[in-house]
Nanobody, 127 residues
């Protein structure tokens, strides 16, 4: 029943930065983990970043570790993804997702751990 809407995508040169935002509807956002995934043309959906319900723990895919940062504001029902030092291989559609299980102590990293998805926002990095 929840709805997720991503924003902030666009075209950026290699080495630049973008900040994506995901706005969630509903009254129970604050009890679920949230994640970001991406999908490039011809490839499967790849885990990018995730954060627990209270922001106490985060996890990142190997390809983005050290460059991307996930954060959330439960009072505003939003989760953000700060992307720095972007590379052409970061080009993809980025999706926001809500986890299936509330109050987990870890941030899930698998596609099947999430049950609600946004429409996605395109990120294109030129060289």
């Amino acid at each position: 029943q929840v709805q997720l809407v991503e924003s902030g995508g666009g075209l950026v040169q290699a080495g630049g930065s973008l900040r994506l935002s995901c706005a969630a509807s509903g009254r129970t956002f604050s009890i679920y983990p949230m994640g970001w995934f991406r999908q490039a043309p011809g490839k499967g959906r790849e885990f990018v970043a995730a954060i627990t319900w209270n922001g106490g723990s985060t996890d990142y895919g190997d390809a983005v570790k050290g460059r991307f940062t996930i954060s959330r504001d439960n009072a505003k029902n939003t989760v953000d993804l700060q992307m720095n030092i972007l590379r052409p291989e970061d080009t993809a559609i980025y999706y926001c997702a809500r986890g299936r299980a509330p109050f987990t102590l870890r941030a899930p990293t698998g596609t099947l751990d999430y049950d609600s998805w946004g429409q996605g926002t395109q990120v294109t990095v030129s060289s």
